[in-house]
């Protein structure tokens, strides 16, 4: 890692793997929305079409921009499944101990921001608890994001 009497840590890289529990979480609203669309007194050809506006719904509003890696190192960095890297600026994040939101703009497109939904099965145990850390003790947010800073809340 970093000496103890350095001022320099080692660089933050961390490899995303696809949530399977956000997956099925996702899954799961999906199936409670389009049940609570077939319990209603609608007609069936409204409720074909509300199914058919949901499932175009979920088909269109995917991300495109399948995210593989983060680095940040003073700086944060991020690859794309096709390779393309790109310079970030982390606006704001929310740390939970279950759930990790990062909300980024790409550096080329700043007027587009994204944002990156992280659990535990996303990283390793490692990589998780670093970024846990680096989220909470160091500067990592982007100087241009004005007063913007890391949120660290607890459900009660």
Do not use: Y
Request: with cysteine; aromatic share 12%; net charge positive.
């Amino acid at each position: 890692m970093s000496n103890k009497f350095s001022r320099t840590t080692a660089p933050l890289v961390l490899d995303l793997t696809p949530s399977r529990w956000l997956r099925v979480i996702h899954f799961m609203v999906v199936s409670l929305a389009l049940a609570a669309i077939f319990c209603t007194e609608f007609s069936w050809l409204l409720q074909i079409a509300l199914s058919l506006m949901l499932l175009a719904g979920i088909f269109f509003t995917r991300p495109r921009d399948q995210w593989c890696r983060l680095k940040f190192d003073r700086q944060w960095f991020g690859w794309r499944l096709d390779a393309h890297e790109s310079m970030l600026r982390l606006d704001s994040a929310v740390v939970w101990p279950m759930l990790i939101v990062l909300r980024f703009r790409d550096a080329q497109l700043p007027d587009r921001g994204f944002n990156v939904v992280l659990l535990p099965d996303s990283l390793d145990a490692d990589s998780w608890r670093r970024l846990r850390l680096h989220l909470r003790l160091h500067d990592v947010f982007s100087a241009d994001a004005g007063d913007i800073h890391a949120i660290d809340q607890r459900p009660p």
